[in-house]
C-alpha cells in the first residue's frame, strides 16, 4: 500500500476554499493576491523581532550588514501596501452595490474599532499584559479610516488629490517640533511626529504610526480603485505607468540628495533618520545607506520606494490571472489575502507563542516574553536570522488552515460582522 500524502501542498488543498469561492466574479484577484503577499511578508518583520534579540535596529549604519537590513526592508512594503489597498477596497465595494452612505459608515464604524481592538487585543497580544500599549499601525489604520468616512462624501478626484498632495507634501513639515504647539503639542504627536504623549499619574502613550501622511495613502488608494473599474488591459497599462513612475521618481529624490526624506539629527520625534545616503568603504554599506529611508512617519521617499514596486507587481499580477486560473501558491496565497485583519490579529499571538517556546526548548531567558516581551531582551536570549526565517515559514503554513476556514465562512456567507475581522 502506498501512504497518503502529507505534504504541506496536500494539507493546503484539503483545508483551502473552493476555487469558485476564491475567485468570486465581484472581487478582483490581483488586488487580493497582492494583499496576501504582503500579509505573508510582513510576519518575517514580526517573528525577527521576537526571536533575534538584537539590540540595534537593522536601520542603525553602525551596527547593521546586508541580510539584517534586507529583512526588515522587504517587509517596508506591508504597511503601504496595506493602506493603499483598503482604501482601494473601500471604493471597489462602490461597485458592488454599496452607496457612499454605506462606505462613510463602514469606514468611522471599523476605524474606531481597529482603534478599540490595538489598545486591548492586539496590545496583549503583543505584550501578554493589561497595560495601555502605543498606536501602531491598526492604531493609525482606524484613524485614518475614520477621516475617510468624511473624505468619501467628497468627488472621488478630490480624494485623490488630497491624498496625493499629503503623500509629497508633509515633508514640509519635519522640522516642525511638537513643543511649538505648546498645550496643543500632544495633537502635533498625534498627526505627525512620532514620540510619547503624556498621561496622568506618570503614565504615558507612546505613538509610531502618525495619522499623516497615513491618510494619505489611504486617500490615494482610495481614488487609485477608480483605476481598477477600467477594463483590464486599460487598468494594467496605467496601474504599470503609475508604478514605473513612482518608482522612477524615487531613484531620482534619492540619488540626487532631493527633497522628500526626514532630515536626519532632530531633536524630537524617534531618531531613526539617517538623512540623505552616503558613500561607505564597503559597497554593502553604500547600497543599505541607499535605501535607508524613513518609515516613522513614512517619507515621500520612503513611499515612492514601496508604493511604485508594489503597482508594477499589481500589474503584473493582473495580467496573469486574467483567465482565473491560479496555481496552488496562488490559491494559498489569495486565502492570507482575504482575511487581512483575522490573519494580523492571529499571527502576532502565534509568532508570540512560538517566541516563548523556542526560548524554553533552547533554555534561553522566556519569563520575559510573559510580561511585556520583546523589546530590551536579557543577556542570553537572541537567535540567528536562518532561525527567525524557519519560525517564519512554520507560522504561515500553522496560520493557514483557520485562516482558509475563515476564508471559507466569508465566502458563503454575508453576516455584517465578517467585514470587521
Avoid at 484613524?143 to 473624505?151: D, Q
Avoid at 505627525?192 to 499623516?212: E, N, R, S
Avoid at 481614488?223 to 486599460?234: E, M, S, T, V, Y
Wanted: net charge positive.
Amino acid at each position: 500500500m502506498v501512504a497518503p500524502a502529507t505534504t504541506v501542498e496536500t494539507v493546503f488543498a484539503r483545508t483551502a476554499p473552493p476555487v469558485p469561492a476564491l475567485l468570486r466574479s465581484d472581487r478582483i484577484v490581483s488586488v487580493d493576491l497582492l494583499r496576501g503577499i504582503v500579509m505573508i511578508i510582513m510576519a518575517l518583520d514580526h517573528v525577527r523581532d521576537h526571536v533575534t534579540g538584537n539590540a540595534f535596529i537593522p536601520e542603525d549604519m553602525t551596527h547593521t550588514y546586508g541580510w539584517l537590513f534586507f529583512t526588515r526592508w522587504i517587509t517596508h512594503f506591508c504597511a503601504p501596501t496595506f493602506f493603499f489597498l483598503a482604501g482601494t477596497g473601500a471604493y471597489l465595494a462602490l461597485g458592488r452595490g454599496k452607496s457612499s452612505a454605506q462606505v462613510s459608515r463602514f469606514f468611522w464604524t471599523r476605524g474606531l474599532w481597529l482603534v478599540f481592538l490595538e489598545l486591548t487585543v492586539i496590545n496583549f497580544a503583543w505584550t501578554f499584559t493589561l497595560r495601555l500599549g502605543g498606536g501602531l499601525v491598526i492604531w493609525a489604520l482606524g484613524w485614518s479610516m475614520v477621516v475617510m468616512a468624511l473624505l468619501v462624501r467628497l468627488p472621488v478626484k478630490w480624494v485623490g488629490a488630497f491624498g496625493v498632495a499629503m503623500i509629497a507634501l508633509h515633508n514640509l513639515t519635519d522640522r516642525v517640533d511638537p513643543v511649538r504647539w505648546g498645550k496643543l503639542a500632544p495633537l502635533w504627536t498625534f498627526l505627525h511626529v512620532p514620540g510619547v504623549i503624556p498621561l496622568p499619574k506618570a503614565q504615558f502613550f507612546f505613538v509610531l504610526y502618525t495619522l499623516i501622511p497615513w491618510v494619505g495613502v489611504m486617500a490615494a488608494g482610495y481614488a487609485f480603485g477608480a483605476i481598477l473599474r477600467k477594463p483590464p488591459a486599460d487598468r494594467q497599462r496605467v496601474t504599470f505607468w503609475i508604478g514605473a513612475s513612482a518608482t522612477l521618481a524615487f531613484i531620482v529624490l534619492r540619488a540626487a540628495r532631493l527633497y522628500g526624506n526626514l532630515p536626519a539629527g532632530l531633536p524630537f520625534g524617534m531618531p531613526f533618520s539617517t538623512g540623505a545616503w552616503q558613500h561607505y568603504p564597503q559597497l554593502s554599506l553604500t547600497v543599505i545607506s541607499f535605501f535607508n529611508v524613513e518609515k516613522y512617519p513614512p517619507s515621500l521617499q520612503f513611499l515612492l520606494m514601496t508604493l511604485g514596486p508594489a503597482l508594477l507587481l499589481l500589474a503584473w499580477l493582473d495580467r496573469v490571472t486574467q483567465g482565473g486560473h491560479l496555481i496552488a501558491p496562488g490559491r494559498w496565497t489569495l486565502v492570507y489575502g482575504r482575511v487581512p485583519m483575522f490573519y494580523y490579529v492571529s499571527h502576532i499571538f502565534l509568532v508570540h507563542l512560538l517566541a516563548v517556546g523556542a526560548a524554553i526548548v533552547f533554555g534561553q531567558p522566556s519569563t520575559w516574553l510573559l510580561h511585556g516581551g520583546f523589546f530590551g531582551a536579557p543577556p542570553g536570549y537572541g537567535h540567528g536570522l536562518p532561525f527567525a526565517y524557519a519560525i517564519w515559514a512554520l507560522a504561515v503554513v500553522l496560520l493557514y488552515v483557520p485562516c482558509a476556514w475563515y476564508a471559507a465562512l466569508k465566502a458563503r456567507r454575508k453576516d455584517w460582522w465578517l467585514s470587521y475581522i
